[in-house]
């Protein structure tokens, strides 16, 4: 089974750009369609972006489609997450997730799920 690892959060100011990193292992990383969630404190764990195992499909949340830009290379069993234009409202913790389903947006979809990256967002 795969394994996943988030890096790449920290502390930006609103308007800033942020890249984050999910780095795999443990599996055939191109067999898994792998998927972007945020939480925020009191808050259920929200759908960002998906992403299909060859790269050429994603689907993102009406929230973020025109900030958020999903991608992976196979090559290096990585998935990237380019967040620009950052608001506080986008201020939770961040995860990289992955599924042997086609692209879908529950949570619940995806099996195996990294610890998470904290992003915050100051004003």
């Known amino acids: 089974q795969v394994q996943v690892v988030e890096s790449g959060g920290g502390l930006v100011q609103a308007g800033d750009s942020l890249r984050l990193s999910c780095a795999a292992s443990g599996g055939t990383f191109s067999s898994y369609v792998m998927g972007w969630f945020r939480q925020a404190p009191g808050k259920e764990r929200e759908f960002l972006c998906a992403i299909n195992r060859s790269g050429g499909t994603t689907t993102y949340a009406d929230s973020v489609k025109d900030r958020f830009t999903i991608s992976r290379d196979n090559a290096k069993n990585t998935v990237l997450l380019q967040m620009s234009s950052l608001e506080p409202e986008d201020t939770a913790v961040y995860y990289c997730?992955?599924?042997?389903?086609?692209?879908?947006?529950?949570?619940?979809?995806?099996?195996?799920w990294g610890q998470g990256t904290q992003v915050t967002v100051s004003s």
């Open positions: 997730a992955a599924t042997l389903s086609i692209l879908r947006r529950r949570p619940s979809d995806y099996m195996y």
